[in-house]
């Protein structure tokens, strides 16, 4: 998992240490294991905010955890062209290589711990497919999709890509440098990440170290999410038993923390995190397939603009040619 590193974290700053009289740690108050399911055209996927009601994940809407897998050449697979509104996608590599396209032109090449976020706005057509150069060698593939909520006010907004480059991530480390903190948006104990949202929301990857501890400053008007990419420790201050695949919800309080296992894995030496929440937005969600709106009448009429043609046009290079 190379995402971006440092080789030395302790020249990184650090996050402050926490007031034991001041600092109230949010308690666990769900802990869930993400089941498999397949997307696009036959990948394996975890669907980390399964069973999970969503008035605990505002803003948040859904959350796909793609590998760690070495696929063979020829295997790998992608998405492709799809429509989404009303929400945006933002998604992070960590290993592998995805190419994303869309409706308006845009697009661009995301590897190595690049986050592409894509406004869908008032809609989009868009795809997401490995390289063919991966295609035909294969190689280890390790990413996520999280869907962000647009609040009412802002879902017909213009679409838009956000590129934010790996080595943009705000990085930082805990007090005693047992781990790596990437911030891709937001901002943790006043470090701020490069990406900008409609929603506000904090989103990073954590890598700890075997035996180190996080005690991670949270915005207290903020929801917090943390599912474990690879390893296994403890999340919460009872420490409650965590591994890949799970996903904790925490409940009120200005801190989260979590702790890594002295012993790890030999195929997955650290436990890694990707640490989300948002201020809540509470307004209604009707979600279905691509389109997340706020009534039901408004998922009809994406279905209808979609059929339509008025969320876009695959572009002409991209269509199959025909004699």
Same mark, same amino acid.
């Given at each position: 998992?190379?995402?971006?590193?440092?080789?030395?974290?302790?020249?990184?700053?650090?996050?402050?240490?926490?007031?034991?009289?001041?600092?109230?740690?949010?308690?666990?108050?769900?802990?869930?294991?993400?089941?498999?399911?397949?997307?696009?055209?036959g990948?394996?996927?975890?669907?980390?905010?399964?069973?999970?009601?969503?008035?605990?994940?505002?803003?948040?809407?859904?959350?796909?955890?793609?590998?760690? +897998? *070495?696929l063979?050449?020829?295997?790998?697979?992608? /998405?492709?062209?799809?429509?989404?509104? &009303?929400?945006? =996608? !933002?998604?992070?590599?960590?290993?592998?290589?995805i190419?994303?396209?869309?409706?308006?032109?845009?697009?661009?090449?995301?590897?190595?711990?690049?986050?592409?976020?894509?406004?869908?706005?008032?809609?989009i057509?868009?795809?997401?497919?490995?390289?063919?150069?991966?295609?035909?060698?294969?190689?280890?593939?390790?990413?996520?999709?999280?869907?962000?909520?647009?609040?009412?006010?802002?879902?017909?907004?213009?679409?838009?890509?956000?590129?934010?480059?790996?080595?943009?991530?705000?990085?930082?480390?805990?007090?005693?440098?047992?781990?790596?903190?990437?911030?891709?948006?937001?901002?943790?104990?006043?470090?701020?990440?490069?990406?900008?949202?409609y929603?506000?929301?904090?989103?990073?990857?954590?890598?700890?170290?075997?035996?180190?501890? +996080? *005690?991670?400053?949270?915005?207290?008007?903020?929801? /917090?999410?943390?599912?474990?990419?690879? &390893?296994?420790? =403890? !999340?919460?201050?009872?420490?409650?038993?965590?591994?890949?695949?799970?996903?904790?919800?925490?409940?009120?309080?200005?801190?989260?923390?979590?702790?890594?296992?002295p012993?790890?894995?030999?195929?997955?030496?650290?436990?890694?995190?990707?640490?989300?929440?948002?201020q809540?937005?509470?307004?209604?969600?009707?979600?279905?397939?691509?389109?997340?709106?706020?009534?039901?009448?408004?998922?009809?009429?994406?279905?209808?603009?979609?059929?339509?043609?008025?969320?876009?046009?695959?572009?002409?290079?991209?269509?199959?040619?025909?004699?």
């Amino acid at each position: 998992m190379p995402a971006v590193t440092v080789e030395d974290v302790l020249v990184l700053p650090r996050l402050p240490l926490p007031d034991p009289a001041q600092t109230r740690f949010r308690e666990v108050k769900r802990l869930v294991t993400a089941p498999l399911g397949m997307e696009g055209e036959g990948f394996q996927v975890r669907r980390g905010f399964a069973g999970i009601p969503m008035h605990e994940l505002d803003p948040f809407v859904h959350f796909d955890h793609m590998g760690e +897998v *070495d696929l063979a050449p020829g295997e790998p697979t992608g /998405a492709p062209w799809h429509p989404h509104r &009303g929400f945006e =996608t !933002v998604s992070y590599v960590m290993d592998g290589v995805i190419e994303h396209e869309d409706s308006n032109g845009g697009g661009g090449r995301i590897s190595d711990g690049d986050t592409q976020w894509m406004t869908a706005g008032a809609g989009i057509l868009h795809n997401e497919m490995p390289p063919e150069s991966f295609v035909m060698s294969g190689g280890v593939v390790h990413a996520t999709q999280l869907w962000v909520n647009l609040p009412r006010a802002q879902k017909f907004v213009a679409p838009r890509y956000q590129d934010i480059r790996g080595r943009e991530s705000a990085l930082v480390t805990t007090p005693d440098g047992g781990s790596l903190i990437r911030i891709i948006a937001g901002d943790i104990a006043g470090h701020r990440g490069p990406g900008s949202t409609y929603t506000p929301v904090t989103l990073a990857h954590i890598t700890v170290e075997p035996g180190a501890q +996080v *005690d991670l400053p949270w915005h207290p008007e903020y929801n /917090a999410i943390v599912y474990a990419l690879s &390893g296994a420790g =403890t !999340v919460g201050t009872d420490r409650r038993p965590f591994q890949m695949g799970q996903t904790a919800v925490f409940g009120p309080g200005d801190a989260i923390r979590v702790a890594a296992s002295p012993l790890q894995d030999s195929r997955t030496p650290k436990l890694d995190l990707y640490v989300l929440g948002g201020q809540p937005i509470r307004e209604p969600v009707a979600h279905y397939g691509p389109f997340v709106m706020n009534t039901r009448a408004e998922l009809v009429q994406a279905f209808e603009d979609y059929q339509a043609g008025r969320l876009g046009v695959i572009p002409a290079k991209r269509l199959p040619h025909t004699d």
